[in-house]
């Protein structure tokens, strides 16, 4: 299928970390160079007509993108990764193996980009869309049509934190014969597999959490599934929206501190989250952590390690006190992204969720009162004592 050399196996079976620092990370061929090196060539010489050495033209692969492919497959439990130039051309790519008449069913709550593109560039191609409630089985299963082929949940989602039940999930797609892809941009492999709970896709912004330095666009989408393995192939080959190799590059030395970062992400978002949530001015604050929130039984079981470092929060002031919170903030970033060391406040009414139109918002818990915090690695007490700040003149 590829002209990509196989995947070594030296880190197959390895723990967590072990893979993040070495899958697809072997020294260099040519100079023994330990780190893999950023390869800026868009071709290869070729040994003799006809006769290459695995590589011929970057827009098919690249070793420094190879490298990060069989390091995401080796992290996600995957037989195949595919890097793209952004998350959205990641989602795109797995969207765009849709036909006129087949039926693509989202998880209501989801990052308003992925609304966005679907509405835009996937409905209007004939394929019928539809929008469930994911963490309502009931609702889910409902939804379902005989020609549902692919389902597309977000858990933790984007802003609201629901979860979802991946392996219900996944289930109640392969009764209909659809695929699951589950856009694992919030928690990352390091705190959820959904590929070992029975999903069929993973799809992720590397932007975030992968990349986790704020300092690329990259996406990512790994599967074992051979037929979405071959379409992605050619979408990769022919449509070529691929990760440029500095990106990859990049990202690459961003997963070697995957684990480290995330199990800080988690212990300071679940101390902002505590914080915020003794305070009389924020009237409510979702995060999975909370023992009290509807899906953090669920996120026991299917995430491992902690319960990610996204965190929101509605402001008893609502949209005024949410708007002077944001415009307050010194320490934390006043920003749409996140995933990264620095921390990130946002506005989903205005920023990620504007694509839905002000209804549709409302209806599902979007509202101007929102905030939603990307918690990084400062001292959390640092954190605290910027909202505090913020929090008084809100
Ligand atoms: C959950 C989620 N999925 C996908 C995307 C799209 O990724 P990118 O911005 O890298 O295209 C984002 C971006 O914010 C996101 O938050």
Not at 18 to 47: E, K, M, N, W
Not at 142 to 155: D, F, G, H, K
Not at 265 to 271: E, I, L, R
Not at 362 to 386: F, Q
């Amino acid at each position: 299928m590829t002209d990509k050399p196989e995947p070594p196996d030296e880190a197959a079976g390895a723990g967590f970390a072990t893979r993040a620092i070495h899958a697809g990370q072997h020294a260099d061929p040519a100079t023994g160079a330990t780190v893999t090196p950023l390869y800026l060539t868009s071709v290869f010489t070729y040994a003799s007509v006809g006769v290459h050495r695995g590589y011929e033209y970057s827009r098919h692969s690249n070793p420094t993108r190879t490298a990060l492919e069989q390091c995401l497959a080796a992290l996600e439990g995957g037989e195949h990764a595919f890097c793209f130039a952004s998350g959205v051309a990641a989602s795109d790519a797995v969207f765009r193996s849709l036909r006129p008449g087949d039926h693509v069913l989202l998880a209501e709550d989801l990052y308003g980009g992925t609304y966005a593109q679907v509405e835009a560039l996937i409905r209007p191609m004939g394929v019928e869309v539809g929008y469930a409630d994911a963490c309502d089985a009931g609702a889910l299963a409902q939804a379902m049509r005989p020609n549902t082929r692919l389902v597309w949940i977000e858990t933790p989602s984007n802003p609201l934190l629901r979860i979802t039940d991946i392996a219900a999930c996944a289930g109640a797609a392969h009764e209909v014969g659809a695929l699951l892809c589950v856009d694992n941009t919030f928690a990352s492999p390091a705190l959820q597999t959904p590929l070992s709970l029975g999903a069929d896709v993973v799809m992720h912004s590397t932007t975030k959490y992968l990349g986790g330095h704020s300092d690329l666009i990259g996406g990512a989408v790994i599967t074992s599934n051979a037929g979405m393995a071959e379409w992605l192939e050619t979408v990769s080959r022919i449509g070529g929206a691929i990760a440029a190799p500095f990106d990859c590059w990049l990202t690459l030395r961003g997963v070697k501190t995957l684990q480290v970062r995330m199990r800080q992400h988690c212990a300071n978002a679940s101390a902002v989250a505590d914080w915020l949530r003794a305070r009389p001015d924020v009237a409510r604050v979702w995060y999975p952590g909370f023992e009290d929130h509807p899906g953090h039984a669920t996120a026991s079981r299917q995430m491992r390690g902690g319960f990610g470092g996204m965190v929101a929060a509605e402001l008893a002031g609502g949209g005024p006190a949410a708007v002077s919170l944001l415009n307050a903030v010194r320490t934390f970033a006043l920003t749409g992204s996140l995933g990264g060391v620095e921390s990130i406040l946002s506005y989903p009414w205005q920023m990620s969720h504007k694509p839905l139109s002000p209804e549709e918002r409302l209806r599902r818990g979007v509202t101007p009162g929102v905030v939603r915090l990307s918690v990084g690695l400062e001292e959390a007490e640092d954190l605290m004592a910027d909202l505090d700040q913020a929090l008084a003149g809100a």
